[in-house]
């Protein structure tokens, strides 16, 4: 009697198991499709100061919206529910709406509870929250020639992050080109040049670094850069052949005619 | 007992009691819901910060720190340590749960339990059939898969879909979409399982519910000896499975109820005529002492005094 009562127990146990075992892998598989969907970042929805590398960010986020609270310029918002967005309740700016002010206190950091925002960030210079590139050089009005300088202008690190690059303006002939040249080491992605940029749509724009910016290979040296380290040259006794540079003598368009040599082989006649 | 109840819960408690006190404890949530609401709404709407953030992580009064230890569990098997702000935060929820009961976060702070309640109180008023009841363990279940799914993924996985904090955000941060979450919940609960959401698949309250089962603050039967077997307390609580424990143990046996899935809501103390339950400590065995007479005639004198 015993017997058929203990399997049918163990029959039932096994197959409620089954089923909840079966129904949870179902509904995580789900939660774990949304989950990893939201780890997609829109290029133009930028993280608050120090915030760590998206994936890392969120295992820490815990969408208290603290950072937001704090923000004295109103920059950060929380993500609302929606495919597109960024991960709903997570805190992100768009530079074109409002862009970071760049606190020197960085209040966004210090009131962030879980350490998603990284406290060991002290000086707001040293933030990365995007890097500005000028994605329309034929939009940009420093390009057709004018002087706009308005992102340059803005720029808290005005000269280090954005330079103006003066060139020859090869259209008119006889004017210059101011290009904004951004300097990635300085810059810190507020987005105040993307902001500010006068045009319909801002010719520079903000985007996440990994969006922004390429990456030099781990064995690449730049021979220029060994020697300054260096101090001399990195090999001994290399022979430093004639330059072509641009001077009588030297220069095919200046003075056609061709390179003269510096020095003449003995009995060569001429 | 079904037919039975749902003909006619309450109706005694309001003959016995009136009406303001067959809802005192009803009263008391729903305040005590508004108010903590209203610590995060002062300062958006009044420029009066008392609760800075949400349910998940806040500050209040610029000192006190409060973390969900949920999310914060979750953060962990994500592979993030939170800092130590948040992690006192999380240590000072979790001391103040563990004393007064885990699921008490779920019927006296929770913002989604207005709206489960709706969805009972309407369920009641349709009669509708009850539907999917999917064990109670259910619940235990996903709250495994979520922290499974916050280990194999790297994200704080609940946070992506939990009402809870959703809504609250919602409401404090005045987001719009929210209440999609809110109708899903409510028709959830409405038509496809009654009292399905809170009762058997949040993972919040099964995480709370585990940490309450250790509480201070507890129900106890006392005075089961009067129970007169009408069930309107089980009809009202949100956690029936609870209750017989308690209430038709041997005698000898504890009246307190224990299990850790009650949330202290006090449903069953406000529905009783007969005034058995009361809050006590977990401590409190004592019974009140059934009357010389015999059961019997102790219900039938009941019977008659109510007629």
Redesign the interface.
């Known amino acids: 009697m015993a017997m058929p009562q203990l399997t049918q127990s163990r029959r039932r146990f096994l197959t409620d198991t089954a089923r909840m075992a079966g129904g949870c892998a179902v509904a995580g598989l789900g939660l774990a499709y949304v989950a990893r969907d939201a780890r997609a970042l829109p290029a133009d929805a930028l993280r608050p100061p120090g915030a760590l590398a998206e994936d890392d960010f969120l295992s820490a986020c815990i969408r208290c919206g603290l950072c937001v609270r704090d923000c004295p310029f109103d920059t950060l918002m929380l993500a609302d529910l929606g495919a597109d967005g960024p991960a709903t309740g997570t805190p992100y700016f768009t530079a074109r709406d409002v862009p970071c002010e760049m606190c020197d206190d960085i209040p966004c950091v210090a009131a962030c509870p879980t350490g998603a925002l990284d406290p060991s960030l002290e000086d707001i210079d040293d933030a990365r929250m995007g890097t500005a590139v000028l994605v329309d050089q034929e939009n940009c009005l420093n390009f057709d020639g004018l002087r706009c300088d308005v992102c340059y202008r803005v720029c808290p690190s005005i000269d280090k992050a954005i330079t103006l690059e003066a060139s020859h303006d090869k259209r008119s002939g006889h004017h210059a080109i101011f290009a904004p040249t951004v300097h990635a080491d300085h810059c810190t992605g507020c987005g105040l040049c993307e902001k500010s940029c006068v045009l319909p749509e801002s010719a520079i724009k903000v985007l996440p670094v990994r969006l922004a910016r390429g990456a030099s290979a781990d064995h690449y040296r730049r021979g220029w850069e060994e020697k300054e380290k260096h101090g001399a040259p990195l090999v001994d006794g290399l022979i430093d052949l004639p330059d072509r540079l641009p001077g009588p003598g030297t220069d095919n368009l200046a003075a056609p005619g061709g390179f003269e040599p510096s020095f003449k082989i003995p009995g060569s006649g001429q | 007992m079904s037919a039975n109840t749902h003909a006619s819960v309450g109706f005694e408690a309001l003959e016995a009691k009136g009406w303001l006190g067959s809802r005192r404890y009803l009263l008391l949530r729903r305040s005590s819901q508004l108010f903590f609401l209203m610590l995060f709404l002062t300062?958006p709407l009044f420029g009066l910060w008392i609760a800075?953030?949400?349910l998940?992580?806040?500050?209040t009064l610029d000192v006190l720190?409060l973390?969900?230890p949920f999310?914060?569990l979750q953060?962990v098997f994500?592979?993030?340590w939170?800092?130590a702000?948040?992690l006192i935060?999380a240590l000072i929820v979790l001391a103040a749960y563990l004393f007064v009961g885990g699921r008490v976060y779920c019927s006296w702070v929770c913002p989604i339990n207005p709206v489960t309640d709706a969805a009972h109180w309407l369920h009641r008023r349709l009669d509708l059939p009850k539907g999917w009841q999917?064990?109670r363990?259910?619940r235990l279940?996903?709250l495994?898969?979520?922290l499974?799914?916050s280990f194999?993924?790297?994200?704080?996985?609940?946070?992506?879909?939990n009402p809870i904090?959703?809504v609250h955000?919602?409401l404090?941060?005045g987001?719009?979409?929210?209440w999609?979450?809110v109708a899903a919940v409510f028709l959830f609960d409405l038509f496809v399982s009654r009292r399905g959401w809170c009762g058997h698949v949040c993972p919040v309250g099964a995480f709370y519910g585990l940490i309450g089962k250790t509480a201070l603050l507890r129900v106890s039967a006392a005075k089961r000896s009067a129970c007169d077997n009408c069930m309107d307390c089980y009809a009202v609580c949100p956690e029936m499975q609870v209750i017989s424990l308690a209430l038709k143990g041997a005698p000898g046996s504890s009246p307190i109820i224990l299990a850790g899935d009650c949330t202290n809501c006090g449903a069953c103390i406000d529905v009783c005529a007969q005034n058995v339950f009361a809050f006590t400590h977990r401590f409190d065995e004592s019974v009140v002492e059934p009357p010389l007479k015999s059961a019997p005639e102790q219900s039938a004198a009941n019977m008659m005094h109510k007629e």
């Open positions: 300062g800075k953030g949400t998940a992580g806040s500050l720190p973390n969900d999310v914060a953060s994500a592979g993030h939170p800092s702000v948040a935060g999917p064990k363990s259910a279940w996903v495994a898969t979520v499974a799914v194999g993924t790297g994200t704080i996985a609940w946070e992506t879909v904090t959703i955000r919602a404090v941060f987001l719009g979409t929210a999609i979450i």
